[in-house]
C-alpha cells in the first residue's frame, strides 16, 4: 500500500525528482516544495503519513525548527530528514527535534522508500552504517582544523606565548625586551625557541601559522589582559 507524502527540500529540482520517482512507485506525494523553512506551515496544513524534509545543513542550529513544530501540532506525522553524511551533532539534532529517521541525500530510491515505510509503522528509520558511523565518531572525534592551534600552544611554556603575541603584532625584539621587562638578549633568545618549536624559519611565518591555525586567538584568550591588553 503506498504511502501518503510529501518531499520537502530547500532545492525544488531535489524535491520534485524525488517526488516523480516516488509516485512511479505507487506512492501518493501530496506535494513536493522548498523552502524548508516553510515545511512547517504546508504540513500541518495538509497532514500526510510521512514528510521526507531535506537539508544540507542537519547541524545549523535551528535547521530542525520546523519538525519541533510538525510534532507538536501533527504528531501523527512521521518525519524523516534527508541529509548529508551526518555528524553525531546532525543526527542528535534531528532525532531531538523529533524526526524518527535519517536517510543520506544519495540513498537509493529503495532505501528511501524502506526507510519511509517503517517511518509510517512507527519504527526509527536509520540504517546501521550510519548509527555505526555517528557512535564512531563520538567514540573517537576527527581531528577539528583548530586542533593544530591547540597542539602547538602546548608546546610553548607561558613566556613564548607572550613571545609570539607580540611578534604577531609585529613588535622587535628591542619592543618586546622593554614590554617583558627583560633583557634583549633574553627576548632574542625566546624568539629563537618560538620558532624553533613551532618548525618555522621566520617570525614572520610564526605569526601566519598562529594565524593560520587558530593558536594566535587561542593564546590572546588565554592570557591575562594588563592596561596595554598585554600581559
Do not use: N, W
Amino acid at each position: 500500500m503506498g504511502v501518503r507524502l510529501m518531499v520537502i527540500d530547500d532545492h525544488r529540482l531535489l524535491a520534485e525528482a524525488l517526488a516523480s520517482a516516488l509516485k512511479l512507485r505507487g506512492h501518493r506525494v501530496l506535494a513536493a516544495a522548498a523552502p524548508t523553512s516553510g515545511a512547517a506551515e504546508l504540513v500541518v496544513s495538509r497532514a500526510p503519513e510521512v514528510c521526507l524534509f531535506g537539508t544540507a545543513t542537519p547541524a545549523e542550529p535551528g535547521t530542525f525548527d520546523p519538525i519541533v513544530r510538525i510534532g507538536r501540532e501533527r504528531p501523527q506525522v512521521a518525519v524523516v530528514v534527508l541529509g548529508p553524511v551526518p555528524s553525531p551533532r546532525g543526527i542528535a539534532a534531528a532525532f531531538a527535534a523529533g524526526a524518527v529517521g535519517y536517510v543520506r541525500h544519495d540513498e537509493r530510491i529503495e532505501g528511501v522508500e524502506r526507510a519511509m515505510i517503517k517511518a509510517r509503522a512507527g519504527e526509527a528509520a536509520v540504517v546501521p552504517q550510519l548509527l555505526r558511523g555517528a557512535f564512531a565518531e563520538l567514540l573517537h572525534p576527527a581531528v577539528q582544523p583548530d586542533d593544530e592551534g591547540q597542539r602547538l600552544l602546548q608546546m610553548l611554556t607561558p613566556r613564548e606565548v607572550e613571545v609570539l603575541v607580540r611578534v604577531a603584532e609585529g613588535e622587535d625584539t628591542r619592543l618586546i625586551a622593554a614590554g617583558m621587562g627583560i633583557a634583549p638578549s633574553t627576548a632574542r633568545t625566546h624568539v629563537q625557541r618560538v620558532l624553533m618549536k613551532l618548525g618555522v624559519g621566520s617570525r614572520l611565518e610564526a605569526a601566519a601559522l598562529a594565524a593560520r591555525t587558530g593558536l594566535l586567538d587561542r593564546a590572546t584568550a588565554g592570557m591575562p589582559q594588563g592596561p596595554d591588553g598585554l600581559a
